[in-house]
T-cell receptor, first 112, second 112 residues
Framework: DAGVIQSPRHEVTEMGQEVTLRCKPI?????LFWYRQTMMRGLELLIY????????DSGMPEDRFSAKMPNASFSTLKIQPSEPRDSAVYFC??????????FGPGTRLLVL | ELKVEQNPLFLSMQEGKNYTIYCNYS?????LYWYRQDPGKSLESLFV?????AVKQEGRLMASLDTKARLSTLHITAAVHDLSATYFC????????????FGDGTTLTVKP
């Protein structure tokens, strides 16, 4: 298995631009998670889906952030408009429900 | 709300020494996980602990779980430089199936 796939791996954009991060979970996993990691705030859970349905989005910082999971093999996290404080590493993880999470390699986002 | 507390947050130790990292959590849980993150990399699963008294070992790392005390320990035996990383514990929320709450991580540096 290829593991969790994220794209892009690196993204540099200017403030105000739209950013879309993509994730392909491991086949057969029915839970998907989006995390953000920074030095200041550590690892934060943004949102998680179970069977493609958003279960808990209480970690989404504000309305500029949105996440979708249109099918079992694809999810997006969108930031519009982006701000410098959104600069972070964004991880996607998947798991069978209630089991170990498998993390993707992450997307390093820099907003100038 | 489930809270997970790790200590210490930073640990510097010499090669060959033993040490223990602690993970306390605030509410009843059936599952606890330990993850490792190398600098600039993603998180990878080390152990899953499912029951009171569970003990798992791999190489120089041993994890245990005491559900009555709501405490897990990660014991490092005869540390080597390759163990330098950040270690996270994560606890499943029994009332929100599939969602894990992560501790802040313990950054371990093993010096020659």
């Amino acid at each position: 298995d290829a593991g969790v796939i994220q794209s892009p791996r690196h993204e540099v954009t200017e403030m105000g631009q739209e950013v879309t991060l993509r994730c392909k979970p491991i086949s057969g996993h029915n839970s998907l998670f989006w995390y953000r990691q920074t030095m200041m705030r550590g690892l934060e859970l943004l949102i998680y889906f179970n069977n493609n349905v958003p279960i808990d989005d209480s970690g989404m910082p504000e309305d500029r952030f949105s996440a979708k999971m249109p099918n079992a093999s694809f999810s997006t996290l969108k930031i519009q408009p982006s701000e410098p404080r959104d600069s972070a590493v964004y991880f996607c993880a998947s798991s069978p429900t209630g089991e170990t999470q498998y993390f993707g390699p992450g997307t390093r986002l820099l907003v100038l | 709300e489930l809270k997970v507390e790790q200590n210490p947050l930073f640990l510097s130790m010499q090669e060959g020494k033993n040490y223990t990292i602690y993970c306390n959590y605030s509410t009843t849980s059936d599952r606890l996980y330990w993850y490792r993150q190398d600098p600039g990399k993603s998180l990878e699963s080390l152990f899953v602990l499912l029951s009171n008294g569970a003990v798992k070992q791999e190489g120089r790392l041993m994890a245990s779980l005491d559900t009555k005390a709501r405490l897990s320990t990660l014991h490092i035996t005869a540390a080597v430089h390759d163990l330098s990383a950040t270690y996270f514990c994560a606890v499943d929320n029994n009332t929100n199936a599939g969602k894990s709450t992560f501790g802040d991580g313990t950054t371990l540096t093993v010096k020659p």
